[in-house]
């Protein structure tokens, strides 16, 4: 139970995009396709923002979208906003009723 | 829809403490759940989690054999009973309904402070 791997920091000015990812391995992301993406702003419970790799729970923006490639999975934000500024966590179904986190990254709105 | 999580505290290392959680809202019996923690100044951590029916259980490795999760359905609630408690339990502990099976947290609480100290 290995956390997943992302980057500690991520930054773009408003409007542009912002690309997250976040490794693991073919007992986790690449074997399964239930990765989620959390954003957390500070003092505050996470939120779903992307589920199964690439849906998006009802009222989350479509600037918003997931993807995976092999043990590696990906959070685009595009069109960034003041508002996104927060921290990002991945998480992946793990096999026998095991989940595991990434470690998170900020993202930060120059 | 709400979770409200209680029961955390100061607590000895070595001592136990039982966490609860409260749903309301939403049909609890057809939803796996889960436990999340977060240290301060730290990342989110699995804990562990339930099936709805409690046939399937999983722990993280960090606290395998020493905290057990639970469920009541007739009562809309989840605990999670925590038994040698040691320091780097430390952590603000959410519950989370877990999204279609998927494990993807949709609901969380507030979170519950458990801090681990003599």
């Known amino acids: 139970q290995s956390a997943l791997t992302q980057p500690p920091s991520a930054s773009g000015s408003p409007g542009q995009s912002v690309t997250i990812s976040c490794t693991g391995t073919?007992?986790?992301?690449?074997?399964?396709?239930?990765v989620s993406w959390y954003q957390q702003h500070p003092g505050k419970a996470p939120k779903l923002m992307s589920y199964?790799?690439?849906k998006r729970p009802s009222g989350v923006p479509d600037r918003f979208s997931g993807s995976k490639s092999g043990n590696t999975a990906s959070l685009t934000v595009s069109g960034l906003q003041a508002e996104d500024e927060a921290d990002y966590y991945c998480?992946?179904?793990?096999?026998?009723?095991?989940?595991?986190f990434g470690g998170g990254t900020k993202v930060t709105v120059l | 829809v709400q979770l409200v999580e209680s029961g955390g505290g100061l607590v000895q290392p070595g001592r136990s403490l039982r966490l609860s959680c409260a749903a309301s809202?939403?049909?609890?019996?057809?939803?796996?759940m889960h436990w999340v923690r977060q240290a301060p100044g730290k990342g989110l951590e699995w804990v562990s989690g339930?099936?709805?029916?409690?046939?399937?259980?999983g722990y993280a490795d960090s606290v395998k054999g020493r905290f057990t999760i639970s469920r009541d359905n007739t009562k809309n609630s989840l605990y999670l009973q925590m038994n040698g408690l040691r320091a780097e339990d430390t952590a603000l502990y959410y519950c989370?309904?877990?999204?279609?099976?998927?494990?993807?947290?949709?609901?969380w609480g507030q979170g519950t402070m458990v801090t681990v100290s003599s």
């Open positions: 998480s992946s179904y793990a096999g026998s009723n095991n989940v595991v």
């Open positions: 073919s007992s986790d992301v690449g074997g399964y396709n239930y």
């Open positions: 339930i099936s709805w029916n409690s046939d399937n259980i």
């Open positions: 989370a309904e877990d999204y279609g099976d998927s494990s993807a947290f949709d609901i």
């Open positions: 199964e790799v690439s």
């Open positions: 809202g939403f049909t609890f019996d057809e939803y796996a």
